[in-house]
């Protein structure tokens, strides 16, 4: 029986097989750049491939001195290096010492010429951007049905906000009827009136992405009436579908995040808006309980009822005022009266006659108070306490005064 080998021994074999060909010790390949990936260490992977095969290349970060340029899908370049085996997987692969370019590949170029015929017919203007609704409740997702892109949009969906819908249109991503495939998955859950579609798959090579290049496909997302999300491949991926669309997410994981609301932050902002709306309602309450307060004591200040309790109140103080005035008046008025009386009592000629004295007047009834008013032989009366005398004038007698003269 031959002898047994371990793994790990082919490999070696291999390796020391391919490092004694001088021929793949320096070696010199052209072809077109496909699935190239900057990786953090500074090294540079990706694939070098021609109309028939592939070979896959590695430029390390200590080779980076060789380029002068900056890597990118579709471009046509000369690779020197060395081609050698990586013993723990078995596999060989191109080593880069120095890379030229030399133009663009045939997939590049027709990707430059389909954008740039859509962009002259105006299918990349912003001003037929649709908004993405910004609380979406039914989402619609055009991609393979098994797949990391589809898994990663469910679990972020689900953690977001399990209420939304998602609704899968299961589509061909690669290959021959992919891009057939996307346009009708679009059309199909356009016309279901969703609120926001995600279209896209996971990363690749530019020919696995090639079916979102096709001029079907960004036609499809340029009529579909509900907003479009385009999600193909990784960050450093873009399609003709990512200028199409209404809004271009690096990844399907980050599109799901753009689609979908996040139900536990908006219920947490709806509770800080509910507590802000019932402090400003309570302050506004409290502010129209003070008011009405403030209305109610000048309603009581201003009170018909109570002002005419006032108004009776000060016309009763008037009232008493006045009648203590009256009284006072009426009692000085007395008091005078009195005085006025006695003096009146004193000097009346009835009191006189009562006393024995007696009351005489002329004809004419004129009081007699001098003996120069009477004529002889007028009558005269004389009034005393029990009645009255008519008299005749006989004669007249003057009273002599001290100084010889009549008085």
Avoid at 129 to 141: E, H, L
Avoid at 360 to 378: F, L, P, Q, W, Y
Wanted: proline share 2%.
């Amino acid at each position: 029986m031959a002898g047994i080998y371990s793994v790990s021994q082919v490999n070696s074999y291999i390796k020391n097989m391919f490092a004694q060909d001088f021929a793949l010790n320096r070696i010199s390949v052209r072809g077109e750049v496909s699935n190239c990936k900057y990786h953090t260490s500074g090294h540079i992977y990706f694939t070098l491939k021609d109309k028939t095969g592939t070979l896959s290349a590695v430029m390390f970060a200590s080779q980076r001195r060789g380029l002068s340029f900056q890597m990118a899908e579709g471009q046509q370049v000369v690779v020197e290096g060395s081609v050698d085996v990586y013993e723990r997987d078995g596999k060989y692969q191109l080593y880069a010492r120095k890379i030229q370019q030399e133009g663009l590949g045939d997939l590049f170029a027709r990707f430059q010429k389909v954008r740039d015929e859509l962009e002259e017919m105006g299918m990349f203007s912003p001003e037929y951007k649709q908004p993405i609704p910004r609380y979406a409740r039914t989402v619609g997702v055009v991609t393979a049905s098994t797949g990391a892109a589809i898994r990663d949009i469910m679990n972020i969906s689900a953690r977001r906000n399990p209420y939304v819908q998602l609704v899968l249109c299961p589509a061909l991503v690669q290959g021959q009827g992919a891009a057939e495939s996307i346009a009708s998955g679009i059309r199909r859950l356009d016309a279901m009136g969703l609120d926001v579609l995600i279209v896209g798959r996971g990363g690749g090579s530019i020919e696995d992405l090639w079916a979102f290049n096709e001029e079907l496909v960004a036609r499809a997302i340029f009529e579909c009436r509900t907003p479009v999300i385009s999600a193909v491949g990784h960050e450093t991926d873009v399609t003709i579908a990512d200028y199409v669309a209404d809004l271009r997410a690096p990844t399907p994981s980050a599109a799901a995040e753009l689609a979908v609301f996040d139900y536990a932050r908006f219920a947490g902002q709806m509770e800080l808006y509910e507590a802000a709306f019932t402090r400003s309602l309570g302050r506004r309450l409290e502010q129209c309980r003070y008011r009405i307060s403030q209305y109610r004591l000048r309603f009581q200040i201003h009170d018909p009822i109570r002002q005419i309790h006032e108004r009776r109140q000060q016309l009763a103080d008037w009232e008493d005022q006045m009648g203590q005035i009256l009284e006072q008046k009426l009692m000085t008025a007395k008091h005078r009266l009195a005085l006025a009386s006695g003096r009146l009592h004193g000097l009346s000629p009835l009191e006189r006659i009562s006393g024995g004295f007696g009351f005489v007047t002329g004809e004419s009834g004129a009081r007699i108070a001098h003996v120069r008013d009477v004529r002889e032989d007028e009558v005269i009366t004389v009034r005393i306490s029990d009645g009255s005398l008519k008299a005749r004038v006989l004669e007249r007698t003057l009273q002599q005064q001290e100084d010889g003269r009549e008085g």
